[in-house]
């Protein structure tokens, strides 16, 4: 079966790598000539664990880039959109990357007697799928569905820094449709990509792209809900809010997931559908209130590290502050609504002067701050004549700092916003988010 994969992002990349590695033929496409380039010599212009290896692998075999979507078109049975779904300034997604990827294949189906199954993983609003996906399709074809393709809806689910193994293994396959030929094609061929003991869940159009929002609005619930606990035990001495967590996990009507309390979440998917189903919701006549209160508790978290360096620190002002930690999350080189990157401009407007160290994100940093700020390639160097340390992404590097790390600071004074330091040295000071002293 030959596959294409329209979008080379993190979810169409990754799937293409993994469908590669158990030798589907992929062809993948993307618009943007210069992520071609770097794709084609084996090099993804993203960081996530073992993709670099696999794509090396997938190249030699069975993946192969192309621009030309005709000839893709004309050989593939199903073709997947991963293209990125943004935030618009409004507050909505903007679907201009999907409908110039529609309207490009479109335009080639008109040329092809191949009557392929499109479909749509990028994370769409409900009605997308009939009301623009469609239409855009039959006006550029000259086809109607059912008669020269057929659509699914298919949301994607896979974490950034997990990316591969989530989609070797994912936890659920929503396929969305109305087309009996079509799900049941599509139900086969992730029957056969995966065993048989990933749940999959039929159902249609719009239902599908509610899920995806859904599903995502309860994640971003969790976290806020769980900042907000945070930040409650923090003013009462003795309560650690992850002992909390863990016990409230113990509850299976609850479950022990997303239930790190931290700076707040990112990236590129929570802050950007959250917004978009409160903005869509307000559109069809509801008004999300929890949604909202979800949000504003979001954007709330930065005031809550903010007020804890005021109190420690007494002024922000020519205060040499470290931050630890730049991406949005451990794993991932990805800044994109990262807490750090809100947390720095910040902190720049107030006088400090800001030293970041991350294991992969710097150069994506350098890119939002040029010579603002600097740049520490060592651990120890970002903490050079510091006055105080906010680790800011968990990751594993992190939770090992001791004394010796800390010697030439300033003054040793940590702010751990994910409660992730093993060695609290008494020679430290040391605060943490949602840890009451
Ligand atoms: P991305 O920005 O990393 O990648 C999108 C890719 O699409 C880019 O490489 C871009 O050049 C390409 N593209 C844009 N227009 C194109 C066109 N007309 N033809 C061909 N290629 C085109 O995005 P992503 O993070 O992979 O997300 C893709 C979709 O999946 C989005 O809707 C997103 O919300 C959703 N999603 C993302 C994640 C995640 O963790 N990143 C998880 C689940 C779902």
Redesign the pocket.
């Known amino acids: 079966m030959k596959i294409a994969i329209?979008?080379?992002?993190?979810?169409?990349?990754?799937f293409a790598t993994v469908l590669a590695s158990k030798s589907y033929h992929v062809f993948g496409?993307?618009?943007?000539k210069n992520?071609i380039h770097k794709i084609k010599s084996g090099n993804p212009?993203?960081y996530e664990p073992k993709l670099q290896q696999m794509l090396s692998k997938a190249l030699q075999k069975h993946f192969s880039v192309s621009s030309d979507?005709l000839s893709i078109i004309r050989q593939c049975d199903l073709i997947f959109i991963?293209?990125?779904?943004?935030k618009s300034k409004n507050g909505y997604?903007d679907l201009?990357?999907?409908?110039?990827?529609?309207?490009?294949l479109g335009k080639a189906l008109s040329q092809t007697n191949n009557s392929p199954v499109i479909i749509i993983?990028?994370?769409?609003v409900p009605g997308t799928t009939q009301n623009i996906v469609q239409p855009i399709l039959e006006k550029n074809s000259g086809k109607s569905l059912g008669n020269g393709f057929e659509l699914i809806t298919n949301?994607?689910?896979?974490?950034?820094g997990n990316?591969i193994n989530d989609t070797l293994k994912p936890h659920v396959i929503i396929i969305g449709g109305e087309n009996k030929t079509a799900i049941h094609k599509v139900k086969e061929f992730y029957k056969k990509l995966y065993d048989s003991s990933i749940p999959t869940f039929i159902t249609n159009h719009q239902t599908a792209e509610m899920i995806?929002y859904t599903n995502?609005s309860f994640l971003a619930t969790k976290i806020s809900f769980i900042n907000q606990i945070a930040n409650i035990c923090q003013s009462i001495p003795g309560i650690n809010v992850d002992e909390v967590a863990k016990a409230i996990g113990l509850d299976p009507r609850i479950g022990p997931l997303f239930l790190n309390a931290g700076p707040g979440y990112g990236?590129?998917?929570l802050p950007?559908?959250l917004q978009t189903m409160i903005t869509f919701s307000s559109k069809i006549g509801h008004k999300p209130l929890l949604l909202t209160a979800v949000q504003q508790t979001n954007a709330l978290q930065i005031t809550n590290i903010t007020n804890l360096i005021y109190k420690l620190l007494g002024t922000l002002k020519q205060k040499n502050i470290t931050i630890l930690g730049l991406s949005f999350k451990e794993n991932s080189d990805?800044i994109r609504e990262s807490v750090s990157i809100k947390l720095i401009k910040l902190l720049l407007t107030k006088g400090s002067s800001i030293t970041v160290y991350d294991p992969k994100a710097i150069d994506n940093t350098r890119k939002v701050f040029n010579n603002k700020i600097n740049y520490a390639t060592t651990i120890n160097d970002s903490l050079k004549n510091s006055h105080c340390a906010i680790i800011m992404t968990a990751w594993k590097q992190f939770r090992k700092l001791n004394t010796g790390n800390f010697k030439n600071m300033k003054r040793k004074l940590i702010i751990d916003t994910r409660r992730i330091l093993e060695n609290k040295n008494t020679n430290v000071e040391y605060y943490a988010l949602g840890i009451g002293q």
């Open positions: 329209i979008g080379l992002g993190f979810v169409g990349l990754s496409i993307d618009s943007d992520k212009t993203f979507v991963t293209v990125g779904t943004p997604i201009y990357m999907l409908k110039n990827a529609i309207k490009q993983k990028s994370t769409i949301p994607e689910f896979l974490r950034e990316a995806k995502n990236g590129s998917c950007k559908d990805d």
